[in-house]
């Protein structure tokens, strides 16, 4: 008998949980006839867009496929790649470095014009309208203007190698990564920069004591990827005559030597992973 009590009050408890208001069951949302037509008119534009985008591009499958015979020769002529040392691995991996050379110093020159522009850039840390529109407004012509443009400018400019290439990077560098640092500013919690700002504290201190060190991890991080992206770009301004492995991938195309395009394919393509695997292992090493 004495036991019945406590198993009666316990049914009669989860019974009553059973029938909050937070354990009752939602229902069923349904769609309004606006989010229907809404949606109908959205699917509607994109199929548009693509089917326009399918013309316009001329994408034709039946030229693509009668095309195998070209494709066939060129693998015949590529495999096995040329690796003899003298004439291709040996200048290819040294223009394999001036590559990534020329993503780092693309990347690092940038560094101070990037997270000026994203101080006066970003709502967070400026205060004054025409100032964060005009930072904006660069910061945009800079990331209009692709970077192999700006090689072609500065190939004309300075001749051919690679400080037309560092150029390059370094200016649409700064369009793009000043742009990400001050969304990154924006989105970082208000909680403390409030704190401070109730407590007197002037735009500069807040900037320092509260923004910076919340958003330190995140730029850093940014700063890793896009060096990323640079090594990747700086193989395509080589095309363009700004030096490195891309250049030498230009003179095997010209010259129809497939196997030793090949080699520097392989190459370019040991370099991106290994650069890939130095970024992640210190975004891990960061976040530690």
């Known amino acids: 008998?004495?036991?019945?009590?406590p198993r009666s009050r316990f049914a009669l408890r989860r019974s009553v949980d059973d029938?909050?208001?937070?354990?009752?069951?939602?229902?069923?949302?349904?769609?309004?006839?606006q989010q229907i037509t809404s949606a109908a008119?959205?699917?509607?534009?994109?199929?548009?867009?693509?089917?326009?985008?399918?013309?316009?591009?001329?994408?034709?499958p039946d030229t693509l496929v009668?095309?195998?015979?070209?494709?066939?020769?060129?693998?015949?002529?590529?495999?096995?790649?040329?690796?003899?040392?003298?004439?291709?691995?040996?200048?290819?991996?040294?223009?394999?470095?001036?590559?990534?050379?020329?993503g780092l110093l693309g990347t690092t020159f940038s560094i101070p014009?990037?997270?000026?522009?994203?101080?006066?850039?970003?709502?967070?840390?400026?205060?004054?309208?025409?100032?964060?529109q005009v930072a904006r407004g660069l910061l945009s012509f800079l990331r209009a203007v692709p970077d192999i443009v700006f090689a072609l400018i500065f190939v004309t400019a300075v001749g051919l190698g690679p400080f037309p290439g560092v150029l390059a990077l370094m200016?649409?560098?700064?369009?793009?990564?000043?742009?990400?640092w001050s969304e990154a500013m924006e989105a970082v919690d208000q909680g403390p920069a409030e704190a401070l700002r109730i407590a007197g504290a002037g735009r500069t201190q807040i900037a320092l004591h509260a923004i910076f060190p919340a958003v330190l991890p995140q730029l850093i991080g940014l700063l890793l990827y896009?060096?990323?992206?640079?090594?990747?770009?700086?193989?395509?301004?080589?095309?363009?005559?700004?030096?490195?492995?891309?250049?030498?991938?230009?003179?095997?195309?010209?010259?129809?030597?497939?196997?030793?395009?090949?080699?520097?394919?392989?190459?370019?393509?040991i370099l991106v992973i290994a650069v890939d695997l130095l970024s992640a292992a210190i975004r891990r090493r960061l976040q530690t």
Not at 19 to 33: A, E, F, G, K, S
Request: positive net charge; charged residues 10%.
């Open 66 to 102: 009668r095309g195998w015979a070209g494709m066939a020769r060129f693998i015949g002529e590529a495999v096995p790649p040329d690796i003899s040392w003298p004439t291709v691995v040996g200048p290819g991996l040294q223009a394999c470095l001036v590559t990534l050379w020329i």
């Open 1 to 5: 008998m004495t036991s019945a009590v």
């Open 226 to 269: 896009r060096f990323d992206v640079n090594v990747r770009s700086s193989v395509v301004l080589g095309l363009v005559g700004a030096g490195g492995i891309g250049f030498l991938i230009n003179q095997a195309i010209q010259l129809f030597r497939f196997d030793q395009l090949l080699s520097y394919i392989l190459m370019v393509l």
């Open 113 to 132: 014009f990037s997270f000026l522009l994203a101080i006066l850039g970003s709502r967070a840390t400026t205060s004054n309208a025409v100032v964060y």
């Open 19 to 33: 029938h909050r208001p937070d354990r009752m069951p939602v229902p069923p949302q349904t769609l309004r006839p």
């Open 41 to 60: 008119v959205i699917i509607a534009v994109l199929v548009a867009a693509h089917v326009l985008a399918w013309r316009g591009t001329e994408i034709a």
């Open 171 to 180: 200016f649409h560098n700064t369009g793009v990564m000043g742009k990400l």
